[in-house]
């Protein structure tokens, strides 16, 4: 399987298969939005963010074309769609095919793809465009993704896998943070000076400085790039910038990896004791043709932050290059091959 590395994290993807109970997510969303919540205070009088939070949903990135035109769900549309998650998420619903994928041969045990919509009830997790669709490409970053995507097929040197697949950078942490298939949750830290946000997935950790200093030096380039937070009244608001010029590749399922022009704003709002609003607005003039923003509710859990051990027993990138080596020997004019 591409992503073998998807199942190395054992106990990491025990975390949420499920939001508890007892949260109700749409009515948190009916309750937020009928008056405004204040947040409790740490000692520093900063608003309190601190917590595991939960970001699984069933709800699409970007809209699907039959609620073109269409902002919000409704109660009936939402019922229906989170009966058939349930159901898909049970292993009586795993294909009984066994020469499709290995992805088939997995119970329910490794998978959180979330069973709720978001407690906005949108059609997508893009709200702007208001179309709720990722803006097109610019025609200098669909010649990088194409030269990616060739990379990745041929998979000859340890420098062609996706970082996800090196385990360099997890393909929900982010930032941004998007869901997918597992590892949906992440904890957050704060002291008066620092903000951390720790992802459960390949347990990434941003520590986001508070004082005001400035970003790095156009010359640093990071696989994550370089934060800086302020508060905005009770909303965190964490400025990156400094990406690394050779992108991400498909992080969270979206279009396009960015590059060293992107420019990220991420948002954190707690609305209510049990739902922490975060939102984010990408820009990047030569990836994408306009910028594009994203609203993603994240659920309070009592569950734990487990350790994702990405590379434990991940024989398929040493079989994968094994082969490639095989292969250079019997066709001398492969990429990797000795001239």
């Not at 699409?60 to 998650?85: H, M, S, V, W």
């Not at 709002?269 to 043709?289: A, C, H, M, N, Q």
Request: aromatic share 8%; hydrophobic share 35%.
């Amino acid at each position: 399987m591409h992503h073998r590395n998807f199942f190395i994290g054992v106990l990491a993807t025990v975390a949420m298969t499920g939001v508890p109970a007892t949260i109700s997510v749409a009515a948190q969303g009916q309750k937020a939005a009928a008056k405004a919540y204040a947040a409790p205070r740490t000692p520093e009088g900063q608003p309190d963010l601190q917590g595991v939070w939960s970001f699984s949903t069933i709800t699409p990135l970007e809209r699907p074309a039959e609620f073109a035109g269409r902002e919000f769900l409704t109660d009936e549309e939402i019922a229906e769609r989170q009966k058939r998650a349930e159901i898909a998420a049970t292993d009586e619903a795993r294909s009984e095919d066994k020469n499709r994928d290995v992805g088939a041969a997995y119970n329910d045990f490794w998978w959180d793809r979330g069973t709720k919509v978001v407690a906005t009830k949108r059609t997508s997790l893009v709200i702007d465009p208001p179309d709720g669709r990722i803006p097109p490409l610019t025609p200098e970053a669909q010649a990088r993704e194409a030269a990616r995507a060739e990379r990745v097929r041929r998979q000859w040197g340890p420098e062609d896998f996706d970082l996800n697949d090196r385990c360099i950078v997890g393909f929900n942490s982010g930032p941004p943070i998007i869901p997918d298939a597992y590892n949906n949750n992440i904890q957050i830290f704060q002291s008066r000076d620092h903000v951390v946000i720790v992802n459960e997935m390949v347990h990434s950790a941003r520590i986001v400085p508070l004082d005001g200093r400035p970003h790095l030096g156009g010359a640093i380039r990071q696989w994550v790039g370089d934060s800086r937070g302020r508060w905005d009244g009770s909303t965190l608001v964490v400025d990156t910038t400094n990406f690394s010029a050779q992108g991400r590749g498909l992080m969270g399922g979206f279009r396009g990896s960015g590059d060293e022009n992107m420019h990220l704003v991420e948002r954190f709002t707690r609305v209510d004791p049990g739902i922490l609003l975060y939102e984010f607005t990408v820009e990047d003039p030569t990836t994408y043709t306009k910028p594009w923003k994203v609203s993603l509710p994240m659920v309070i859990s009592k569950d734990r932050i487990y350790e994702y051990a990405c590379h434990e027993g991940n024989y398929s990138l040493a079989n994968m290059l094994s082969a490639a080596r095989a292969q250079e020997k019997t066709q001398p004019e492969t990429p990797g091959a000795a001239k």
